[in-house]
């Protein structure tokens, strides 16, 4: 929703005088910095010129938009002239003209943050700019902008020669923080030459050890996973001998020999134990971990679990559950490792729970076709700064129980990196002297080739499928994207910050992106502005899911269409589809010798993506019309030089303008006999009264719908029917 602050005519030079003032007054209002109230006056003083100059005068609408932080300040500068010939010449920065035009339009564009032209020759220009406030600035609420409009009316305003000498005083400011900034940068070029040989030099040092690293990791890797049988097969062989003389197989040991045998399988074991988990993150690392999906049932490995793990249990104060999972579906995954990784966090949880109850469970979301396994107990817990240290290999918490049940420190790092091949993730609620859990979410259905979670940058691109760049940061929302796009001629690439959607883009050139709003730590307001103002990225469409309500601000900020979370499959395939295949250009043509009925019907049809045309009598329409060939024309009766009945004549009377359907907006009482004469010839008649009592939006709507032209009011997107606002 905008919020309009402030209109300046532009009609005399002294009007391009009082814009600049005006704009350094709301910027002021607003909480800008010094600079930007001067880069802002500029840029709006730049085109309100060029207005002045080139299009005949016109108007400058200042307006607010969004409801969230950082909010949009909008300027809309619009005139009746001949257009602005050349404007991507202009824009692209290769124009050169005597008289200078041109250089304020380029020079503006680089002070805005949002800058947009849209011009026809022979139609006038519209010229919207946009400055987003300052982060640290307060909301601005409808109830809070009149007493800051009325602030900002209470200045007086400056003459010309005030306004100059303003001016002066701003470059001269300007001028002397460049020299300070100069002086600086030669200082600063000066020590970076003194440093650039050694930093050279240290950099190449760095290279070569880190080369030598690599090849060292690579070969640790490579002899791990490949001397497992080695390595296994001593160890057994000892835990064998060991078992066999403690079972006294071959004859009694005295009691000093039954203690050391004991020690020596407990050694054994734990190197056992070790030398496993190092096998295995090995193996995973050199990229030699295999996934072996098969069917199974939840409760047959609890089973397995439960008769594996219960000798652990010391004692009757500790008891060991596992809860019915009947009601889940089976499950198609690698059996196996999942079962590594619920014994690990049991094991874990027997050790670190003296009393009490371990309780193991599975849960199952059927809308997003995940299984989550919960391993709970009453132990120890764990203080919330040492939660990701747990994950570190070989790391050990210091605690009363720890230094008695010393553990690998392999067992959590293997777990989340399997958890992370079998397409899931770890996470760990706990809090000290109350507990822990630790749960497995992970697919029910084990696909790798398509689980964004394993590879979603390094997919091979199918040149047949249409690339889709998603910024989101949730799991769970990624894998249901990534599912919904499987098997359509989308192909997905995920990025979970803004650098990594920067990043992306320099290697993938997407149809359309997808933009969440809020990620972890950050949000995406700037990167909308940055995507829309960059030349290499503006023309991408870019559709904006989010859970925060502000679609105005993103509209504003240059999102080609804006949806609420969560999306359907349907829904999202169908607004990609919308955004990436064009559509015929829609025109509307106004004629009307009154600018503020022009510009009452102009903001019935501003949310929609409807071309806007206007003429100033019937004779200027009458030609336009042929020139553009409108889908609508809205036009008044009584005009100079040629009428409203007369070009509706014309219009009927020409086989290319004949059937283009036509709205009257007349002063005139409906009653009138003229006027009743004519409604055979249009879609209807409506009282110009109706454009200033309001409710005109639902009207003409209606007209549409009824007459099959609903697209001609626009779309918000999410929504089946055309609606007007």
């Not at 009757?316 to 196996?336: R, T």
């Not at 777990?415 to 770890?426: D, E, F, M, N, T």
């Not at 004629?591 to 949310?607: A, G």
Request: with cysteine; hydrophobic share 40%; proline share 4%.
């Amino acid at each position: 929703m905008s919020l309009p602050i402030a209109m300046v005519r532009i009609q005399y030079e002294h009007d391009v005088v009082a814009c600049r003032q005006r704009a350094r007054q709301i910027a002021e209002a607003f909480g800008f910095e010094k600079q930007q109230q001067t880069r802002l006056a500029t840029a709006v003083s730049e085109i309100a010129r060029n207005t002045y100059m080139y299009g005949g005068g016109g108007e400058a609408e200042f307006y607010l938009e969004g409801t969230s932080a950082p909010q949009l300040l909008g300027i809309r500068i619009s005139d009746k002239g001949p257009g602005i010939p050349h404007l991507d010449v202009i824009l692209s920065g290769h124009y050169r003209s005597e008289t200078g035009m041109g250089l304020g339009i380029l020079g503006a564009k680089r002070l805005m943050d949002i800058f947009t032209v849209n011009t026809v020759r022979g139609g006038g220009a519209e010229v919207i700019l946009g400055k987003m406030l300052p982060r640290r600035s307060p909301v601005i609420t409808p109830q809070m902008l009149p007493r800051l409009i009325a602030q900002i009316q209470r200045q007086n305003p400056k003459n010309i020669l005030d306004e100059f000498r303003d001016q002066t005083t701003e470059l001269m400011r300007t001028l002397d923080e460049l020299r300070k900034r100069q002086e600086e940068l030669l200082s600063l070029n000066r020590e970076l030459e003194d440093t650039n040989r050694g930093v050279v030099a240290l950099y190449a040092e760095l290279d070569e050890r880190a080369d030598h690293l690599r090849r060292a990791d690579e070969v640790k890797s490579r002899f791990l996973s490949n001397m497992s049988h080695e390595i296994r097969t001593p160890l057994n062989s000892i835990l064998a001998l060991s078992r066999m003389l403690g079972e006294r197989t071959d004859g009694d040991l005295t009691s000093e020999q039954e203690i050391q045998v004991n020690y020596i399988r407990k050694a054994a074991e734990t190197l056992f134990e070790l030398v496993n988990d190092l096998l295995d993150l090995a193996k995973v690392e050199a990229g030699k971990m295999e996934i072996h999906p098969v069917e199974f049932e939840i409760n047959n490995v609890f089973g397995a679990l439960r008769g594996m793990l219960r000798p652990l249990l010391i004692g009757s104060a500790l008891n060991l559950v596992f809860d019915d999972a009947a009601d889940c579906p089976p499950v198609v995954s690698d059996e196996g490792k999942i079962s590594q990784i619920l014994r690990n966090f049991i094991s874990n949880a027997l050790k670190f729970t003296e009393a009490g109850e371990v309780r193991v469970r599975a849960e199952y979301n059927k809308e997003r076709d995940l299984m989550t396994f919960h391993v709970r107990d009453t132990g120890i817990g764990i203080a919330a700064d040492d939660i990701e240290t747990i994950f570190h290999e070989f790391a050990q918490l210091d605690s009363a129980i720890q230094r008695k049940v010393r553990g690998t420190g392999l067992g959590l790092p293997l777990s989340r990196k399997l958890a992370g091949l079998l397409g899931g993730s770890v996470h760990v609620e706990s809090e000290l002297g109350v507990g822990s859990t630790f749960s497995l979410r992970i697919p029910r259905v084990f696909e790798a080739a398509e689980d964004p979670a394993i590879q979603p940058e390094t997919a091979a691109r199918d040149p047949s499928r249409r690339a889709v760049l998603i910024v989101e940061d949730n799991f769970e929302t990624r894998l249901i994207y990534s599912q919904y796009l499987k098997n359509s001629h989308w192909q997905p690439t995920f990025a979970r910050s803004t650098r990594e959607a920067e990043n992306a883009l320099r290697n993938v050139q997407p149809a359309v992106i997808l933009l969440d709003i809020l990620l972890e730590g950050e949000d995406t307001w700037d990167l909308l502005a940055r995507l829309k103002s960059d030349p290499a990225t503006k023309s991408i469409p870019v559709l904006v899911a989010t859970e925060v309500d502000d679609r105005g601000k993103a509209l504003a900020l240059g999102a080609d269409a804006f949806t609420a979370k969560p999306l359907d499959r349907e829904t999202l395939i169908r607004l990609l589809s919308e955004l990436t295949e064009p559509e015929p250009e829609t025109t509307i043509l106004l004629i009307d010798d009154e600018d503020i009925s022009r510009y009452l019907l102009r903001q019935i049809f501003r949310d929609s993506k409807a071309r806007i045309f206007e003429a100033p009598n019937g004779a200027a329409g009458l030609e336009l019309a042929r020139s553009v060939r409108p889908n609508l024309v809205i036009m008044d009766l009584i005009m100079p030089e040629m009428d409203g009945f007369e070009t509706i004549e014309k219009m009927r009377a020409d086989p290319a303008l004949s059937t283009i359907p036509i709205i009257v907006s007349t002063s005139l009482r409906l009653a009138d006999a003229m006027v009743r004469g004519i409604e055979k010839h249009v879609l209807a008649v409506l009282s110009k009264d109706s454009l200033r009592e309001g409710g005109i939006r639902d009207t003409i709507g209606a007209i549409l719908e009824a007459a099959g032209l609903g697209d001609l009011a626009g779309r918000s997107v999410g929504h089946s029917k055309p609606v007007l606002s």
